[in-house]
C-alpha cells in the first residue's frame, strides 16, 4: 500500500543505542512479558514494575516537575491511537494499541527518516512557560526484530527539521526496559513541539522477510512503547533589580501629607511671630 506521508530519503542508518547529548543510555528493567497473549497476572506484573522504575526516573529530575503529557494507553486493542496522537503506516495496523501499549511494527525494505518513518506515532505540546524538558517511557522489541532495526524518538518544532534524542537497536529477547531523555534547552518556551516515536525495520533477504510472513505473519518487526511521560520545570520569574543610586518616587497620598504638614507650621510661625 502507499505510504500516508512523504517519500522515503536516504539516511546513514543510527548504530545499536545510540547516545547523544543529554540522552541517559536505557536502563534494563524485569519484565515478564513476552509479544503475543498475555494474561491478566503478567500484564498486571508488567505494569507494577515498569510503572515503578519510571515515577523513579521522574522524581529523581526534579521536586519541581511540572506533567506536560502522559498516556498509559490503558484501552481497547484498536489501529487507531485516538488522543492527540496522529499516526504514519503503510498498511492499516502498522500502528496500533496492542495489549494496552503502542505498537510500531512493519516489514519494510530499506532505510527510514524522520520525515519519511516505517512506522510512526506522534504527539504535539506547548512547553511555553517550562525548561528541563524530559520524556520517559517502557519500550520492547517485537520478537521479530533483529540488531539492524532501530526505534527512534525525535521532535521539532513547526516545519524545522527532526532532532534524534534517542535511538537503539531492537534485537534481543522482547524484553522491557526504560529510558528518559532530555530534550535538551531549544525545546523549552516553545508554542509547540511534535514528538515521534517511529521505526526503522530492515529484512536481511526476501527470503528471510517471505519465512518470517509464513511463520508468524502478525510479528513483523518493529517495538511496543509504554508508560510515556512528558515533565518540565517551571521557568522561574525573575524580578528587575532596582537601578543603582535611584530614590524612591513617593506615593500621591504622601506628597498630600508632606504639604500639609509643611502648612501647619509655617501657620504655626506666623501666630508665634505675631504674638
Known amino acids: 500500500m502507499a ?26 528493567m524485569a519484565s515478564a512479558l513476552k509479544n503475543g497473549i498475555q494474561t491478566s497476572g503478567t500484564q498486571k506484573m508488567k505494569k507494577n514494575k515498569i510503572a515503578l522504575g519510571l515515577a523513579a526516573l ?55 527518516s524522520a ?5 510512526a506515532a506522534t504527539f504535539s505540546v506547548s512547553t511555553l512557560g517550562l525548561e528541563d524538558l524530559f520524556l520517559s517511557f517502557a519500550w520492547a522489541p517485537l520478537i521479530a526484530s533483529e540488531d539492524e532495526d532501530v526505534l ?17 537497536g531492537l534485537g534481543g529477547d522482547g524484553g522491557w526496559s526504560s529510558a528518559n531523555v532530555g530534550l535538551g534547552a531549544s525545546a523549552a518556551n516553545l508554542e509547540s513541539i511534535d514528538i515521534r516515536f517511529w521505526t526503522d525495520v530492515d529484512h536481511s533477504s526476501i527470503l528471510e522477510a517471505l519465512a518470517g510472513l509464513i511463520s508468524n505473519p502478525l510479528a513483523n518487526e518493529g517495538a511496543r512503547i509504554d508508560w510515556i511521560s512528558l515533565t518540565g520545570n517551571p521557568i522561574p520569574v525573575v524580578e528587575a ?7 524612591p518616587v513617593p506615593e500621591p497620598a504622601t506628597l498630600a501629607l508632606l504639604g500639609l504638614g509643611l502648612a501647619g507650621l509655617g501657620a504655626l510661625r506666623r501666630k508665634q511671630r505675631a504674638a
Open 152 to 168: 527512534n524518538v525525535s521532535w521539532r518544532t513547526g516545519d524545522n527539521a527532526w532532532t534524534n534524542i534517542w535511538s537503539s
Open 58 to 112: 521522574a522524581v529523581s529530575g526534579s521536586a519541581l516537575a511540572a506533567p506536560v503529557f502522559s498516556d498509559e494507553f490503558n484501552r481497547s486493542n484498536a489501529n487507531n491511537l485516538g488522543g492527540d496522537w496522529s499516526e504514519i503506516e503503510r498498511n492499516g495496523n502498522d500502528v496500533a494499541i496492542s495489549g494496552n501499549a503502542l505498537q510500531l511494527r512493519d516489514d519494510n525494505r530499506g532505510v527510514a
Open 3 to 28: 505510504r500516508k506521508m512523504l517519500q522515503r530519503h536516504c539516511v546513514r542508518r543510527l548504530p545499536a543505542a545510540v547516545v547523544s547529548g543529554e540522552l541517559q543510555k536505557p536502563q534494563p
Open 115 to 119: 520525515s519519511s518513518p516505517d512506522a
Open 241 to 247: 533589580p532596582p537601578v543603582s543610586g535611584s530614590q
